[in-house]
């Protein structure tokens, strides 16, 4: 079976520009989670859904970052206006259906972002 | 906020020592979660733990909950270089599906 499945792998970009970064979670995994990964700051929860509506943003840095889910087999995460301290591996995480509060967490590969 | 620290943060150990992943938290979590990264890769879950004081083994690995579900740690026995990696323990906020990472714990295991 397919994993999570992360477009592109790596991104290198200017600041000030747009990226959008996506993902494809397992078939029929019901919950999606954005994390962001950095030396300093670990592993950081920018948000998830659940059957594709967004239940905690609270992560999301400021307005310039948006994520949308708009079904259940696809979610992006954008930023735009891009800024040098986005530089950082952004991963997708997808979990299975009615495994409650002790469910796996299943990752994507990564993207990795450099914003120049 | 709920914050899981780790500790320690590097370790360097030669291989057929044993060592102590600790994770620590203010915060109650209904199940906690431990996940090892290997460079290029997403987290891979090694265990789940849901009740205080529960304890499971995997092979060399033994993990600990703490009785009151804020702490857990994590136990190699005679570690192998096939062990180095990222540790991550991960809790799961009481009432909703909000899983929070800790700080990590980086192991180089030498042969």
Redesign the interface.
Known sequence: DAG?IQSPRHEVTEMGQEVTLRCKPISGHD?L?W?RQTMMR????LI?F?NNVP??DSGMPEDRFSAKMPNASFSTLKIQPSEPRDSAVY?C?S?PLGTK?????F????SRLTVL | TQLLEQSPQFLSIQEGENLTVYCNSSSVFSSLQWYRQEPGEGPVLLVTVVTGGEVKKLKRLTFQFGDARKDSSLHITAAQPGDTGLYLCAGVVSGTYKYIFGTGTRLKVLA
């Open positions: 999570v919950y989670f994390y670990g592993l950081e929860l998830y659940n239940i905690d991963f995480a979990r509060d002790t469910g796996e967490l990752f994507g590969e990564g």
